[in-house]
């Protein structure tokens, strides 16, 4: 079998990460394009639990296959790449993303509630007003960076609005998001890894500490929001612990905010540099947004990996896994499979199918927030390009050196 030397290419090296985009997609092709998934060695690195490596799944195929069994793909310990060390979870909690059935199972059915076709009924008013202001502000300021001003603002607004967030405080939340992100999650020098790793534990500590402290307030007085929702018991007896809400707000934070924000500052690029998918989009909005939307978040992956451990022996494509072992589920590179996305590397927003795995696989990890970030991608986009229709992106984006999250930094734009 090829392995990871005779490729020449290293996914587990931060060197790969700093090369252009289209430089690792022609790297991520030629990868799938064999008839294997490739072990990558990773070097341990301090305050980090990398092991011996993993088997990248590539494929389309291969990443749904592991999505769907999560019973030998397991979610524990940790989903990122490479894993933070064991403490962390002690500390912080055990975040649902990291949890398999039943734990997992449990708390998926308590906060989904958040994302229920009711609650996110009740927010499209607030998403309308949070996009008209931030028009408004745009407008009267001028254009600067689109991140900033515009993609960066919406999710956590409305992320603190579903929570209760006090308008007070906001601006520490919207602070500590950008420290706790800035994290590569790659390997790096020690110094680098040291501070960055610290900085990040702080924000998401501070983060949770904010939240609960709300939610002990909530669970004394309750008000008509998400904290007092998932604080006091339903109709099941079901209620989050005050470190379950802190790794859940510290999770719709991170995860809920970078999707929408991500999608939003990239997809104005893809838009300018595709004009005829812009005049298309202008010209039936409420016709081909959704498409439009599907189609960035395929061809962004705003999330870019997930680990899983594997629980049991496995064979997939002549690979045989053993317990204990580790795949990364790259969904970026299965999102430009060409065996499942003719002419992947085109942006098209009338695309059918699109079974892009964006918000993760099929399974029960699928993205909880996917309705959310679709709602305030299509609020904000029709509101920028009603009021704002000579809207684009100027320059290339600054965008954050990291292997998991697809993040943009800054990016220029005008009107």
């Given at each position: 079998m090829t392995t990871a030397v005779e490729?020449?290419?290293?996914?587990?090296?931060?060197?790969?990460w700093r090369r252009p985009p289209h430089e690792r997609e022609r790297d991520f092709a030629r990868l799938r394009a064999l008839d294997h998934p490739v072990f990558f060695a990773e070097r341990r690195v301090p305050l980090l639990r990398s092991g011996a490596g993993f088997h990248a799944l590539v494929r389309h195929a291969d990443v749904v296959e592991a999505s769907r069994n999560a019973k030998v793909f397991s979610s524990e310990p940790a989903v990122t790449n490479p894993e933070p060390p064991g403490w962390v979870k002690h500390v912080f909690g055990d975040s649902m993303v990291n949890l398999d059935d039943p734990r997992h199972a449990r708390l998926r059915r308590i906060v989904s509630r958040a994302f229920s076709p009711k609650m996110l009924a009740r927010l499209d008013a607030g998403i309308h007003r949070a996009a008209e202001s931030i028009v408004d502000d745009v407008v009267a300021r001028g254009p600067r960076d689109f991140v900033a001003q515009v993609a960066a603002r919406l999710p956590i607004t409305v992320i603190c609005d579903m929570m209760g967030i006090p308008d007070g405080i906001r601006a520490r939340v919207h602070a500590h998001v950008d420290t706790s992100t800035a994290y590569t999650g790659v390997r790096m020098s020690l110094p680098r890894t040291v501070a960055m790793a610290g900085r990040n534990m702080a924000a998401l500590f501070a983060l949770q500490r904010l939240v609960i402290r709300l939610?002990?307030?909530r669970a004394r007085e309750p008000a008509d929001d998400l904290v007092s929702a998932l604080v006091n018991a339903n109709v099941d007896g079901?209620?989050?612990t005050p470190r379950e809400l802190g790794s859940f707000f510290t999770l719709l934070l991170v995860a809920g905010n970078e999707t929408a924000r991500n999608t939003m500052a990239h997809g104005l690029k893809l838009l300018t540099d595709n004009?005829?998918?812009?005049?298309?989009?202008?010209?039936?909005f409420e016709g081909h947004i959704g498409g439009a939307i599907e189609e960035t978040v395929r061809y962004v992956s705003p999330i870019m990996q997930f680990r899983r451990t594997?629980?049991?022996?496995y064979e997939m494509r002549g690979v045989r896994f053993a317990p204990g072992g580790k795949v990364v589920l790259f969904y970026g590179s299965a999102n430009r499979d060409e065996e499942?996305?003719?002419?992947?590397?085109?942006?098209?927003?009338t695309r059918k199918p699109n079974p892009h795995v964006g918000f993760g696989g099929p399974g029960p990890h699928f993205c909880l927030g996917a309705n959310l970030a679709r709602q305030e991608i299509k609020i904000m986009y029709r509101e920028l390009f009603t009021r704002l229709p000579g809207i684009r992106s100027v320059g290339e984006p600054e965008l954050l050196l990291s292997n998991f999250d697809n993040s943009v930094r800054t990016q220029g734009f005008t009107f």
């Open positions: 490729t020449g290419i290293d996914l587990a090296d931060l060197a790969f939610g002990r307030e079901e209620r989050l004009p005829g998918e812009r005049e298309r989009l202008a010209g039936d594997v629980t049991e022996p499942v996305f003719p002419d992947a590397g085109r942006f098209d927003i």
